[in-house]
């Protein structure tokens, strides 16, 4: 099964601030990668699929690029509702696999 | 409107089963798949398996072959997740989702439309 990585494990920064989160995967995924935001108790959220394309109502200051291997999800500026664990998760092959988390916190 | 709605929490003892349900609407059981993927406690995110209910075609995951059994019920919109077996390990929310697109099953999915989860506890 393809295994992702995600880096760092956590980011400290402060509201307005820029928030680069990275994943990685095992094998090449092409594009089909998906990034994901979580809050306490609350299910995950698909915020960008295929590896750039922003999900129905996601703000446009959440961005994704990559291809093969490498990941990226940019928040070009922090609001108080970013902060939150984000997941990456490929399609590429069955099963489904996700990455371990990013928890961005505020500094 | 997508809906999503899961069965309530439950409490269970080792070696047994459990049994979650997540309503669908009938948009989604027509026309999309649906995947189970679970959360242990402060952990991550694990794919458990996933059905497209118009076909009742199933897929689960190498980790729980064997042990979980996914169906779906047309006549309620109603899809199931059965983990026999339950260790403490089985602890966790069980979240239902429906995968993203059209062409169910073809290939795999994200998930754009989740339920609100059902916690599991298994305990002596």
């Known amino acids: 099964e393809i295994v992702l990585t995600q880096s760092p494990a956590t980011l400290s920064l402060s509201p307005g601030e820029r928030a680069t989160l990275s994943c990685r995967a095992s094998q090449s995924v092409s594009s089909y990668l998906a990034w994901y935001q979580q809050k306490p108790g609350q299910a995950p959220r698909l915020l960008i699929y295929?590896?750039?394309n922003r999900a129905t109502g996601i703000p446009a200051r959440f961005s994704g690029s990559g291809s093969g291997a490498d990941f990226t999800l940019t928040i070009s500026s922090l609001e108080p509702e970013d902060f939150a664990v984000y997941y990456c998760?490929?399609?590429?092959?069955?099963?489904?696999?996700f990455g371990g988390g990013t928890k961005v916190e505020i500094k | 409107q997508v809906q999503v709605e899961q069965s309530g929490a439950e409490v269970k003892k080792p070696g047994t089963s459990v049994k979650v349900s997540c309503k669908a609407s009938?948009?989604?059981?027509?026309?999309?798949?649906v995947s189970w993927v679970r959360q242990a406690p402060g952990q991550g995110l694990e794919w458990m398996g996933g059905i497209v209910p118009i076909s009742a075609t199933t897929k689960n995951a190498p980790k729980f072959q064997g042990r979980v059994t996914i169906t779906a019920d047309e006549l309620t919109s109603t899809i199931y997740m059965e983990l026999s077996s339950l260790t403490s390990e089985d602890t966790g929310v069980y979240y239902c989702?429906?995968?993203?697109?059209?062409?169910?099953?073809?290939?795999?999915?994200?998930?754009?439309?989740w339920g609100q989860g059902t916690l599991v506890t298994v305990s002596s």
């Open positions: 009938a948009s989604t059981f027509s026309s999309y798949a």
């Open positions: 295929d590896a750039s």
């Open positions: 998760q490929q399609r590429r092959n069955w099963p489904l696999t």
């Open positions: 989702a429906r995968e993203r697109g059209g062409n169910p099953g073809s290939s795999p999915r994200d998930l754009d439309y």
